[in-house]
């Protein structure tokens, strides 16, 4: 098949779109301000607002379907090839990957999560002929590797001690500074973010690398309907996890009295994928024009994704703005960006058939330069 006209499925598309927004709401906090900042107990009405609607409905819930899709996309990516074939072509996307992630990291976000993917990734294509049942068996270890990881991590961030006043104001001023403290102050910080990443985004990212490749064998996002039908056999199992772990995250995270916190992340394990899996339900039903705007947005995510923290680091290090805003500020601009990332998205694919990064990667990936532009026929 001729890589350049590979047929797309909107639901994936749509799904992808709809993460993309979650995720610009949970990165760009990282993006505006150093941790610890803004303390809980000086929270005003808007920003304490802001936090709970992200620990309830967003918090380990984007990721997990991007992942997911990116389980999916293996599946894609290697039917109707030949073992070499798939196999040098998906070990060039990863290494483009893991390039555009160290390029990212170092330039604009410290959390990147292009970089896990193309290490995950090599750990998917090692299951790539496992059959389902083991398949899903790796995903379920995954998942229950994420309780341990998320209780590592909320001891290092209640065990820690906080950045002093000092350290905090010199990292305001360097992200304030010219473009050569910026890229010093974000390289000081990179490391940092290595732990967390770890902990937080890899066991559940390759449980949803599982079960995305298990999706995409059964066909499950060719049509909504065969996502609908699962959800539907498993709905109150789902809304029962979603309910509880989110909910017991919410209630131990706030539930603090001097010198004693109870450990609310281990229940992500099992509220960030439950309320996740039930989104991607929602997003089935979805249609009419905001289906179709979020088909655009994902038609282009590689390009969102980055496009994001290209805006952030434009607005709050560009303009001067880091540390500035809370909490609540910083979800309204979130959706701007992302709504404005989508609109140029629409714009940039009636005259190119990929984004410019999509472009790229696939470049890169095939071993020669496909072609960008419309012809007449597709634009008519």
Known sequence: MNPALAPRRAYADRLRGFALFGICLVNLP????????????????????????????????????FSFLFGFGFSVQTAGRTPDEARRSFLRRLCGLFGLGLLHGLL???????????????????????????????????????????????????TLPPPSADAQTATIAAYRGSLAQILGQRWQDWPETVPFILLYNWPMAFAAFCWGLIAGRRGLLSAPEGILSLIHRYRWGLWVGAAFGNGAYVLASIATVPNDRW??????????????????????????????????????????????????????????????????????????IAAGLTGLGSLWLSVFRYGPAEWLLRCWTYGRWLPIRRDAAETA
Not at 114 to 131: E, F, I, K, P, Q
């Open 30 to 65: 990282f993006i505006a301000l150093p941790f610890g900042t803004i303390s809980p107990e000086a929270l005003g009405l808007a920003d304490a607002t802001a936090l709970l609607i992200s620990a309830l409905f967003v918090d380990a819930k984007f990721f997990i379907l």
């Open 108 to 158: 604009l976000f410290p959390g990147d999560i292009l970089t896990t993917y193309a290490l995950l990734g090599l750990g998917l294509w090692a299951l790539r002929d496992v059959s389902d049942r083991a398949l899903h068996r790796c995903a379920v270890l995954a998942l229950l590797v994420a309780v341990p990881a998320f209780t590592g991590l909320e001891y290092l961030v209640q």
């Open 263 to 336: 450990f609310g992340m281990p229940f992500l394990a099992l509220g960030g994928p439950c309320l996740a899996i039930l989104y991607a339900g929602w997003i089935a039903r979805l249609d009419g024009r905001i289906a179709r705007i979020l088909e655009t947005a994902g038609r282009v995510s590689l390009s969102h994704y980055l496009g994001q923290s290209l805006c952030a680091v434009l607005i709050f290090n560009g303009l001067g703005l880091y540390a500035e805003l809370g909490y609540g500020g910083l979800a309204v601009i979130s959706v701007l």
